[in-house]
């Protein structure tokens, strides 16, 4: 299996390991710590159903190479879609130019420690799938979501496959090469009632076949819970604006992790010293009943991965253990600069872009609380189950994340559904107001997409049921 | 690059498709980062990017590729025409009528011929002056995360089987600080950035660093406010984020699948009075300009809303078909085919002094940055985090953060008590500093 990159290129743009060992050997030998060649070859396909049949159809191929070089705390990147020798020569020599102005030393790259994982070679990877068999399933979810409620206008189902070929190589000659299979089924429903419209939307997927939408029924469940959202919210009332107690439910909720925490340890962030939780290791930064983990060995998850972008194997990482902070995530560059080492998270969008920490699956440990529990011991507050997107500003360490699914709790009891809202918190603050943590951890179903600095990666989040005792929620009703 | 458009399209009419459009772009561009003083990060990139839409009958596929070579080209015209054999054939597809194309490619000086010609050292120094603005100008900048400069000039060809080809260049450079200030164990950082398409018009590195250095300072000491209905003032580039939702709202596809608060509100109010919201294209030198849209129709100035009434959606064939209207010449292309974007899109300037806006709130916010996605396209509610500063007697008071603003849109629009006479065209979509008479504030 790991032959199989290697062989790729090497059959396809005649790109061996001693040319690759030649090509950081003789451009950027004694002028850098660190250099290496990314080489991508990535096909994917997308299917669009809307208003009853698949119109829209679309594949695209793209393939190309990254050369980079670092000096120090310098960079120097370069990328190329053709991948020609003579054109990765070039790149090399691009990246090298910024090495120049580096001091002596040696390159000291060494390569990765640690075997890849094999968590995701899959029989049929979801690209080479049967075409009739998708855009059947695609027809299904239409006339499934439109079966259950009479009230749904427009369905929109999109299913995207690819598969990505890499090959990482590096000056000792050393290379690693990874196939990524990846899917993903959505299902949007715009429902409609008495002039009142809303939207639905569920989804999921991962590294896993095309047959696994058809297992357990799945793309059912992604049709009626799309047809549900959008039904509920057709009868939300104005959420609630202020400070309240928020239960979030398990699964997707995980987002307030990646918001709230995530992003903020991320090592480049805390090099730089940029980042609200920079020089806090080992300090109190959520309350006892947390620990939070990104782990990206998990078979067949969409933030998995057998190797990061830079060859490392990647782990799983515990990064607040009992509320306590205990590590943060690296690629290579600031582990060397930080004097750890990498932990598996170095990744990038592309070829076109030069790795940096990002997270991979990120989840809270499950806790002992009943679910029911948690929510009978609140008087009055928010319980939020499904959420849009999040951002958050590492520095101030303030982050958001939308609701789009969420209840009032009135007296211990769930009651009415009410509109988004954004809830607005601050990261080394907001995980110290844990107060119930459930025992139902869920990851969520295969959705993420993370974006840093203009490159985005798929990722995935998790968390049990959980109280937090406040956070500030943007709703209108004053 | 037309060449080689037309020997695809040619492949694709022998392999089966009854009418094709394709295109193809080529870009260079180059990066600098430099950080406390010192290089970061340089990038150098060279990239292609080619793109095909077939029809057979009125079934369409797409596909695109980064690979020009002949066998690749061959591929990829094989998938799209196999790719279309599956798709269900929709009566409303196909290419525009050929009479609406563009007969020529406006000239509208989007490319700078000397402005590149500058060497990577220079490049990185334009960053580094921009940083060291930001860091000497207070004591209490204490970080970074650094300066940056960017260029990118690219070449965009576009042809038809219905016999339009067309090709034009483009520039741009982007300059920008990210300073952080520190005080009393406080951290807060923003930043500044101009984006040009001549490197002549860039603002200096200096002003752009100083301007970063004051938006990060004036963050210090930032307070949560207690939650309340108030007026709430929109800078000009968080203005600028209001009226993005409103074309998206007013964007075709949106529309036909019933996906947004716009639907049926053509021709009626959907603001105040003092609301004109345009679409451009046609502005010489400007960022969102372009000669001829993603499907070869020429570009011109649309008027979205006028005076409050929304006057046009923005169409690209298929949405506007699907309307029973034309095309309003907005058509984009992505690989996988073609969607709706704006040109240069602005709200028109009004008669307000931004200073009288501010002077004229006793008790709001000034809103400088939002974060999040809260905003439902669908219904228009609207509910995103704010930081700014809190306006107390008409004076800009105190930073706040940790807050949220909410509303819905409609109402928002049509809230707006104040527009400036601000309008400045900084990147593709333009606002002047907007009043809207009232929204909730969350906080504690």
Known sequence: MLARPERFFEDRFGLTGVAMERLLGGALRGRVDHADVYLEYRVSEELVLEEGAVKKASRHVSQGAGVRAQSGERTGYAHTDDLALPNLEEAARQARAIADQASESAVVAVAPRGRPHDLYTLAEPPISADLNRKVSLLGQVDKTARDLDPRVRQVIATLGSEDVVVLIAGPAGWTVGDIRPLTRLNVSVIVEDGGRREIGSFGGGGRVPFDFFLEQDRWKRFASEAVRQAVVKLGAVDAPAGTLTVVLGPGWPGILLHEAVGHGLEGDFNRKQTSAFSGRLGQKVASELVTVIDDGTIANRRGSLNVDDEGTPTARNVLIENGVLRAYMQDRLNSRLMNTGPTGNGRRESYAHPPMPRMTNTFMLAGQDEPADIIRSVKRGLYAVNFGGGQVDITSGRFVFSASEAYLIEDGRVTEPVKGATLIGNGPEALTRVSRVGHDLALDEGVGTCGKDGQSVPVGVGLPTIRIDEMTVGGTQV | MIDLLGRMLEQARRRGATSADAYVVEDQSFSAQVRLGQVDTVKHAREQHLALRVFVGRSVAAASTSDLSADSVTRLVEEAVSLARITSPDELSGLPDADLLA??????????????????????????????????????????????????????????????SGEYRTSSFSLSAAPVAAQDGEMQRDSWYHVTRKRARLDSPEEIGRTAARRALRRLGARRVKTSEVPVIFDPDMAATLIRHVASAASGPALYRSASFLVGKLGEVVAAPSVTIVDDGTIPGALGSRPFDGEGLPVRKTLVVDQGVLRSYLLDTYSGRKLGMASTHHAARDGSGVSVSTTNLYLAAGPADPAELIRSVKNGLYVTELIGFGVNGVTGDYSRGAVGLWIENGELAYPVEEITIAGNLLEMWKRVEGVGNDLVFRDRTAAPTLLIGRMVVAGS
């Open chain 2, 103 to 164: 007969r020529d490619v406006a000239p509208l000086d989007l490319d700078d011929p000397v402005g590149h010609d500058l060497s990577p050292e220079a490049k990185i120094d334009l960053a580094r002056r921009c940083e060291s603005a930001a860091l000497e100008s207070d004591p209490r900048i204490t970080n970074s995360e650094g300066g940056d400069f960017g260029d990118r000039r690219a070449r965009y060809a576009y042809a038809t089987t219905h016999g339009f």
